[in-house]
């Protein structure tokens, strides 16, 4: 499969637990992102790489939520002190060099359950 | 940031029937409108997107239109399958940026 991967698929963990999401993009793309779904929502933007880089965070993201992408390549979303809040599915996503390529292709996301 | 509305928030069509979903932006700036298909438990899967340099695009049964000046885009599906059942949600980046905001999704139900 060439596609995004994320690891693990599912993770339930009790209130006051830290926890840590993998993302691996698709070959070459150098553009990552995460996002967060609830619900019957859209999902929301968290942060974004280019390459090693974390070019921004979104103001959703706590400082209890840190991201890495070490040598551009996977990166991970550590979330401290969970709360029942963050209860969410977390996305990857990952686009292409730029040159004017906007298309973001999603993983299949973390489900997070918070107890 | 972008805001991006859209509507409806549930749609039920009879297979055969056509479904449009409209979606509106508040970025004149924005250049890059795409649409993802999320079945139950899966993936956002890219399905069409549209430049600001055109006005419409198809591909098979489905077409994406752009009306800059109004600030809105709509999806088009034409000759609905029950394959078509899922939710929908539209996008639009921030401020001409990477990142993309996305609307609240419409659930469509293709009923046979």
């Known amino acids: 499969d060439t596609g995004v991967s994320q690891n693990p698929r599912h993770k339930i963990t009790k209130r006051g637990q830290n926890v840590t999401f993998r993302c691996d993009p698709i070959?070459?793309?150098?553009?990552l992102y995460w996002y967060r779904q609830t619900l019957g929502q859209g999902p929301e933007f968290l942060t974004y790489?280019?390459?090693?880089?974390?070019?921004?965070k979104s103001r959703l993201l706590s400082d209890r939520f840190s991201a890495e992408r070490p040598k551009g390549s996977f990166s991970t979303l550590e979330i401290q002190r969970t709360e029942q809040g963050d209860s969410a599915m977390y996305l990857c996503a990952s686009s292409p060099p730029a040159g004017g390529s906007y298309e973001q292709y999603f993983g299949p996301g973390t489900r997070l359950t918070v107890t | 940031g972008e805001n991006v509305e859209q509507h409806p928030s549930t749609l039920s069509v009879q297979e055969g029937d056509s479904a449009v979903i409209k979606c509106t932006y508040s970025?004149?700036?924005?250049?890059?409108f795409p649409w993802y298909k999320q079945e139950l438990g899966k993936r956002p899967q890219l399905i069409i997107d549209i430049r600001s340099n055109v006005g419409e695009k198809k591909d098979q049964r489905i077409a994406v239109t752009l009306n800059k000046t109004a600030k809105h885009f709509s999806l088009h599906i034409t000759e609905t399958q029950p394959e078509d059942s899922a939710v929908y949600f539209c996008?639009?980046?921030?401020?001409?940026?990477?990142?993309?905001?996305f609307g609240a999704g419409t659930t469509v139900t293709v009923r046979a």
């Open positions: 790489f280019q390459n090693e880089a974390q070019l921004e």
């Open positions: 070959s070459e793309h150098n553009r």
């Open positions: 996008a639009a980046p921030y401020y001409n940026d990477y990142k993309l905001s």
């Open positions: 970025d004149s700036a924005s250049n890059y």
